[in-house]
């Protein structure tokens, strides 16, 4: 009898690297834990080392899995946040959260705009980069929230706040591109405002209709495996129909999530079901954002690219507090929720995709710097943000503390 040991192929580095890669995962959770450093940043970290432009160490058929790994991993991260728009908890706090929204989004964008006209960036890139500065990155906030597991009102907000930020992100994008249309001589207004109205609502119309029957189905058998291949299936059938008709997959799948929490009485199984399986395929997620890391790029961001950081910034940190304010919000959401909004990702690199496509005269110079301040954000946000929920959480304890 002969024994054959294969050698080495493709196949074979496949196994290797995504063993290497859960491994690497589990080991970024413990250090975070130790450290305070959030997983997300680690991840990001560990993938620049072993990026291209790193020590070269993934397989390029691996790299290539990317595109379709974040579209299941944000459907996913998209359907756990719409559990959190149950029509009670909305009737306490839905005036806090629309007014913290519309004035960080808003006031990010008014923001990014006047410091960058001012320093010289032409109107049309000033008015395109004020349109995709308020988009946040709903992964990257979901997962600091749960390596956390900081629970209460600051946590609960932000998660609120970050799963209607994006479609409200959307709309001021539509418009600053319209906007910008309109200055460079270009402008088709009613081709962009209907090209956004589509996309919300057909986001919110493939959510409503694949969520009311997931509602009534998912969770009636047994629980375990059964309850996890409906809820999955549901969840991509309606990214996946989203796409199809030009709507948003992480829109759909917050609609999705908010009606399945609302219609359904059962309805913790099915979210439970998505966090189990969602952990795995987020640690693929961030490691492969930091793939894209290009020391170049980062080394690029210059003069425009840090003003770009230090407005958006501001605009997020003074928006939400002002909004916090205006709402008459505890003094722990006005004085934190605009430090947790900072992680920016891979939907502001897709509008930039857009922006790019529709103004290429200009594609270089909105990429070249959307890339570079992404990567900023993307290791240092989700930093900011869990220092922000700690220490907001020690404040709360010691407060409690004090009046007892």
């Known amino acids: 009898m002969e024994f054959v040991i294969a050698t080495a192929g493709p196949s074979t580095e496949v196994l290797l690297i995504l063993g290497a ?18 997983r997300v940043t680690l991840l990001l970290v560990v993938g620049a080392a072993a990026s291209p432009y790193g020590l070269n160490i993934v397989p390029q058929e691996i790299q290539g899995w990317f595109p379709y790994i974040s579209q299941i991993a944000l459907c996913m991260v998209g359907f756990l946040l719409g559990e959190q728009f149950v029509y009670r908890t909305l009737l306490r706090s839905g005036r806090v959260i629309w007014l913290i929204t519309i004035f960080e ?7 990014v705009f006047i410091v960058l006209y001012l320093i010289g960036v032409p109107s049309v890139i000033a008015i395109l980069l004020a ?15 749960k390596e956390s597991k900081l629970k209460g009102l600051l946590p609960n907000t932000l998660l609120r706040v970050v799963a209607i930020d994006d479609a409200f992100g959307i709309i001021i994008f539509a418009l600053c591109l319209a906007l910008a249309g309109i200055v460079h001589g ?33 969770g009636r058998l047994s629980p375990g495996e059964p309850t996890l291949i ?26 999705l999530g908010a009606v ?21 395929l987020l640690i693929i997620f961030f490691l492969m954002a930091g793939f894209q890391f290009n020391v170049e790029e980062f080394s690029s961001i210059g003069f425009v690219g840090g003003a770009y950081i230090v407005a958006r910034s501001v605009g997020l940190i003074v928006g939400g507090y002002c909004g916090a304010r205006l709402a008459s919000a505890p003094k722990v959401v006005q004085n934190h ?25 200009y594609a270089t110079s909105i990429i070249s710097l959307l890339v570079s301040t992404t990567i900023a954000f993307e290791l240092f946000g989700p930093l900011v943000t869990k220092l922000t929920l700690l220490r907001a959480d ?10 007892k």
């Open 21 to 38: 890669l859960f491994l690497v995962g589990l080991f970024a959770n413990e250090l975070g834990k130790k450290t305070h450093i959030p």
């Open 260 to 280: 399945v929490a609302n219609v359904a009485t059962h309805h913790k199984r099915p979210f439970h079901a998505i966090e189990g399986i969602s952990s795995p």
């Open 394 to 403: 020690r404040l709360q304890r010691t407060e409690k503390s004090k009046n």
């Open 337 to 361: 929720i605009g430090w947790c909004l900072l992680p920016q990702a891979g939907i502001a690199l897709g509008l930039a995709l857009m922006a790019a496509d529709r103004y290429p005269e």
């Open 131 to 145: 349109g995709i500065a308020p988009a946040t990155a709903p992964a990257a906030t979901l997962d600091v929230i």
């Open 230 to 255: 409906e809820a999955l299936g549901f969840v991509l059938l309606g990214g996946g129909l989203a796409q199809l008709i030009g709507g948003s997959y992480l829109l759909s799948s917050i609609v």
């Open 105 to 111: 989004s808003l006031g990010t964008s008014l923001l």
């Open 186 to 218: 270009s402008a088709d207004l009613l081709n962009d405002l209907s090209l956004a109205a589509w996309e919300v609502l057909s986001s919110i119309l493939i959510g409503c209709i694949i969520g009311w029957p997931m509602a009534k189905l998912t």
